[in-house]
């Protein structure tokens, strides 16, 4: 046995919630939307694949899938890329989805939105929510992690106060690195003083896409987030801000009711398949399929709400961070949401 192996922690049996590949498209559904990959900002740790095949869906293919998505029944997308705001063709697609009387939600890193012109089309056609990505009100670290200039944490900024003042609902995301970990108590009260109508989300970072070997990422440990989150808690119910969590255990963030904040939780219902544009399919069983449960967590109460982990933090940490919430009745509540057989 090589020396790696025998450190790397064995998850023992992992399971997983079982969701339908398919959901019936009713009128509250909304679909993911991509444009492609292409994006004017590198972060290092970008969670998109880096295939090049995805970089870039040309204009016509977007208005067919619009087109598609309509036909399919949905009223609702959540546009995002890469950063869709800078394809050549997003006014075209986005009035085309206007016409279709269908409205829009955006994820952005909000750039674009820094042109008071921008954002007022952006709104006239329809916008009505967005998640926009800052990790750190500190410049520096903030254009670090953006892969891009301090100019560009500014467009960041300014972006988001003009979609505020705009009147559009906002949650600002912010993923968790090396980088910014210790400047969480800051980044809120920053937040809280200069959007107090937002709303924030913390993210633990994934390692699956072609950021995945970002070295400020690489090894961090729900167990080194744990003291971080729950000041940033404190911090935020004394602020008076709704703070949100993605892909973060709820026994890590000290809470049995905290509900993950995935891109299910968000509304996107579906996901159009970005390769062919052609399938659809249920988000939550996207979802499913990749994060999993140990076997402390069939005794949890928090199980319906837990995000519980990737099964790529599985492999690689095992799930001793993972302390279940106990109740007699736990047990059973948890055996109706996962497979009894393993994961693959």
Not at 24 to 52: K, V, W, Y
Not at 250 to 265: F, H, K, L, M, P
Not at 277 to 287: A, D, L, P, T, V
Not at 289 to 306: L, S, Y
Request: proline share 5%; hydrophobic share 40%.
């Amino acid at each position: 046995m090589r020396a790696d192996e025998a450190a790397t922690p064995h998850p023992g049996r992992l399971y997983k919630r079982q969701v339908p590949v398919e959901l019936p498209i009713t009128p509250a559904s909304a679909a993911l939307f991509r444009f492609g990959e292409q994006c004017n900002n590198h972060c290092p740790m970008c969670s998109n694949t880096g295939d090049p095949a995805l970089f870039f869906h040309n204009t016509e293919e977007l208005l067919r899938r619009a087109a598609f998505l309509h036909a399919s029944g949905f009223r609702r997308v959540v546009v995002t890329g890469g950063e869709p705001t800078i394809h050549p063709g997003f006014w075209r697609i986005i009035d085309e989805l206007r016409s279709l009387d269908m409205v829009w939600d955006t994820n952005t890193h909000g750039r674009s939105f820094a042109q008071s012109s921008f954002t007022d089309r952006a709104v006239a056609s329809g916008l009505q929510r967005a998640i926009v990505s800052l990790h750190s009100f500190d410049p520096s670290v903030s254009a670090a992690i953006f892969g891009a200039s301090e100019q560009a944490h500014q467009e960041t900024v300014a972006g988001i106060d003009r979609l505020l003042a705009a009147g559009i609902e906002v949650i600002v995301n912010c993923v968790l690195s090396r980088l910014n970990l210790h400047q969480l108590d800051d980044y809120l009260r920053i937040g809280a003083a200069r959007w107090p109508r937002a709303s924030f989300k913390l993210v633990f970072p994934s390692t699956l896409g072609k950021g995945g070997k970002w070295p400020e990422i690489v090894g961090l440990r729900l167990a080194d987030i744990a003291e971080p989150i729950r000041r940033a808690r404190a911090v935020a119910k004394a602020a008076g801000i709704e703070l949100w969590f993605e892909s973060l255990p709820n026994c890590v963030i000290g809470d049995a009711e905290i509900v993950n904040y995935g891109r299910s939780t968000f509304g996107e219902s579906h996901y159009l398949d970005d390769a062919s544009g052609e399938h659809i399919y249920s988000m939550r069983h996207i979802e499913a399929e990749i994060f999993a449960f140990g076997e402390n967590c069939r005794k949890c109460v928090a199980a319906r709400r837990c995000s519980g982990v990737s099964h790529t933090y599985a492999t690689s940490h095992g799930l001793d961070e993972l302390v279940p919430f106990l109740t007699p009745s736990s047990a059973a509540t948890l055996r109706r949401q996962l497979h009894s057989e393993p994961m693959a």
